[in-house]
């Protein structure tokens, strides 16, 4: 049982040390250093004025390995958010994420 245990443990570890929770101090340091705006810089070199519907990004993607760290997190509002997704993961499989809705992570 020993044995069993430790390896329940690591596994515990591991998946802990790759989750998507973001700790309220995380949170708090990236929207502030973010001003509360979306961070999208568009070609013309002007920023997204948006404040409503802000999101956390990742820089890497966390599906591509990026860690749930203030270096890797960015605020963004919802539309630049999809914009970030379709660039990492392609159109069509963002197209068929969102037909087939939200559904829980297990």
């Known amino acids: 049982h020993a044995v069993a ?9 591991r998946r802990k040390a790759r989750s998507r929770y973001v700790p309220r101090a995380v949170v708090r340091e990236v929207y502030g250093r973010d001003e509360w705006q979306c961070t999208f810089v568009g070609a013309n070199g002007r920023r997204c004025g948006e404040r409503c519907a802000l999101e956390l990004d990742h820089v890497i993607a966390y599906g591509l390995g990026g ?7 960015r605020v963004v509002c919802r539309v630049h958010n999809g914009l970030f997704a379709e660039r990492d993961f392609g159109a069509d499989h ?13």
């Open 94 to 106: 963002i197209r068929l994420k969102r037909s087939q809705g939200r559904r829980p992570r297990s």
């Open 5 to 13: 245990s430790k390896a329940v443990e690591a596994s515990k570890r």
């Open 67 to 73: 860690p749930t760290r203030v270096d890797n997190l």
